[in-house]
Nanobody
Framework: QVQPVESGGGSVQAGGSLRLACLSS????????VGWFRQVPGKEREGVAA????????VYADSVRGRFTISRDYIKNTVYLQMNNLKPEDTAMYYC???????????????????WGQGTQVTVSS
């Protein structure tokens, strides 16, 4: 069973960058569809980006397209979320999630995923 573990969160000023990492403490994450989500208190969890097992399918939310990049490192068994030009509205707890399904029609829906990490906090100040 894949068990995602996130790292890389922190506090930055607007316009700055952070890179989040997601690896599995269990079996390899390389064969799973993986998504990054974020959530602020009182709001629903929002899909940010997702990547297929082969890395050919990349999906982004409109709010982050052009600023965030999702990628895989198969040797390190890790999925990254590079976040550039961060804005205060990007402040949230960021979660990595994985699904045993190799494909999905709704990669940015939380319902697609069955394994979740504990989250890493990202705070962007103006």
């Amino acid at each position: 069973q894949v068990q995602p573990v996130e790292s890389g969160g922190g506090s930055v000023q607007a316009g700055g960058s952070l890179r989040l990492a997601c690896l599995s403490s269990g079996v390899t994450i390389n064969t799973n569809f993986v998504g990054w989500f974020r959530q602020v208190p009182g709001k629903e969890r929002e899909g940010v980006a997702a990547i297929s097992p082969g890395g050919r399918s990349l999906v982004y939310a409109d709010s982050v397209r052009g600023r965030f990049t999702i990628s895989r490192d198969y040797i390190k068994n890790t999925v990254y979320l590079q976040m550039n030009n961060l804005k205060p509205e990007d402040t949230a707890m960021y979660y990595c999630a994985a699904t045993r399904r190799s494909g999905t029609n709704d990669p940015l829906s939380p319902r697609t995923y069955d394994s979740w990490g504990q989250g890493t906090q990202v705070t962007v100040s103006s």
